[in-house]
């Protein structure tokens, strides 16, 4: 068995002008490293892609268990033996003198012969350097490989879809636990809300997700974001943890959690009646998601997209980011971004730059758009989670987008 991502590899090598790709990582939770590793969890570990060949470096061998699983995905082991870590441990080498073994190890074990190679991962400073140090005294070049990296991971293999599917369903389970609360909760004086004798607080909404990500196994490492009235209004605040949730007000919510990779959704709801002006916003956004999510296919570019979702909102008086930028009231961000690894990766909705390119089959981005004002005190975002498929797309958080909890 080969890597699934071999071909591609060797392809994004040849355009960059590398013989090799080297990945440097404290664990196998590096965005850079995870998908060489297939689920395995390692301590420090490395990476040597050449020729179409993948060689993984781990140091314990405690965890030969967990580095079987990647050699069972076409991944070529180098064990600690292999580079004599102990016989250096004893030694007296350094942490950097040790790993240069063993990236070495690998470069010969892989045929590297000296050239330029990319570096990737996000180890220490003081490693990455010494790396690079120890690179160029062999003959070898070091350059950046966050580029090509973040090339080779943008569009998903089968098994990579149903990780990310199966962190969006535990998405949508908690978002349904959500709904369930605020359509029970009682209004109070002051118009707070009540649910079992106790506020409802932008806590408690959080910790009602997070008990269900528990459940399946997710963390959240970025968080969420519970942001109600005017909190809403800024887009990304996470919300004030003892801010009491009220009646007539919008509450953004927008969760994130990540197995081994992440997932993305975003629902705003209202207890009781909503003003006028959030309504309105709300529908807009409805339709604004609506006709992207029919227009999500291969062939298509985000920044399209965007742009149509700013020409409605600017026809319906909304400032919009592409005509005002720097906006802080009506529409403000990008439409979407692509998912995985990293919360935010390729392909990009932006209008130049890295994978702002057309959608392929294989492309996980979020679809979200939203209208804000801060005056007023409301923030709407409506947001998807969608695979490109080779037709079309499909949607992996099919939830109720009603403002209304007691719709769902």
Same mark, same amino acid.
């Given at each position: ?5 071999? #071909? ?7 355009? /960059? ?37 993948? !060689? ?20 070529? *082991? ?9 016989? *250096? ?11 240069? @073994? ?25 490693? @990455? ?6 690179? /160029? ?24 879809? /149903? ?22 909760? @009682? ?7 009540? $649910? ?39 887009? #990304? ?7 009491? =949730? ?29 003003? /006028? ?8 956004? =409805? ?49 979407? #971004? ?60 099919? $939830? ?7 719709? !769902?």
């Amino acid at each position: 068995m080969t890597w699934p991502r071999s #071909h591609l590899l060797g392809v994004l090598l040849a355009e /960059e002008s590398v013989e090799a790709l080297v990945v440097l990582a404290g664990s196998s939770r590096d965005p850079d490293l995870a998908p060489f590793v297939g689920g395995a969890r390692l301590g420090q570990a490395c990476v040597v892609a050449h020729g179409g060949g993948v !060689w993984l470096v781990y140091f314990t061998s405690m965890e030969r268990e967990e580095a079987a699983r990647a050699e069972a995905g076409g991944v070529e *082991l180098v064990h600690p033996a292999d580079f004599g870590m102990e016989t *250096l441990r004893r030694d007296g080498k350094t942490h950097e003198e040790i790993l240069a @073994a063993a990236v070495q190890t690998a470069l010969d074990r892989a045929g590297v012969v000296p050239g330029r190679v990319a570096l990737a991962g996000r180890p220490a400073a003081g490693i @990455a350097v010494a790396t690079a140090r120890t690179l /160029e005294e062999g003959g070898w070049k070091p350059v950046s490989g966050r580029g090509l990296m973040l090339a080779l991971r943008r569009t998903k293999t089968t098994a990579e879809v /149903e990780g990310v599917a199966s962190a969006a369903q535990a998405t949508v389970d908690a978002f349904r636990s959500v709904a369930e609360a605020l359509a029970e909760s @009682a209004v109070r004086e002051r118009g707070e809300l009540w $649910l079992d004798e106790e506020r409802v607080t932008v806590a408690r909404v959080k910790a009602l997700a997070a008990q269900v990500f528990a459940a399946h196994g997710l963390e959240q490492p970025e968080s969420s974001i519970v942001g109600p009235a005017e909190e809403g209004a800024t887009g #990304h605040s996470t919300g004030t943890l003892e801010r009491v =949730l009220r009646v007539g007000e919008s509450i953004v919510v927008d969760l994130f959690p990540r197995g081994r990779l992440f997932a993305d959704c975003t629902r705003t709801f209202c207890v009781g009646e909503p003003p /006028e002006g959030l309504a309105r916003a709300h529908g807009l956004v =409805l339709e604004a998601l609506e006709t992207s999510l029919k227009a999500v296919r291969p062939g298509v570019r985000g920044w399209t997209l965007h742009e149509r979702v700013c020409r409605l909102f600017e026809n319906e008086g909304f400032a919009v980011p592409d005509k005002n930028p720097g906006t802080q009231r009506g529409y403000f961000h990008l439409l979407g #971004h692509g998912v995985g690894y990293e919360l935010h990766e390729l392909p990009s909705f932006r209008k130049t730059g890295p994978g702002t390119d057309e959608f392929v089959a294989g492309d996980v981005v979020t679809i979200e758009p939203g209208l804000y004002d801060p005056d007023a005190g409301w923030g709407v975002r409506l947001e998807d989670l969608v695979v490109v498929t080779e037709d079309g797309m499909t949607n992996l958080t099919p $939830l109720p987008y009603d403002l209304d909890p007691r719709s !769902w």
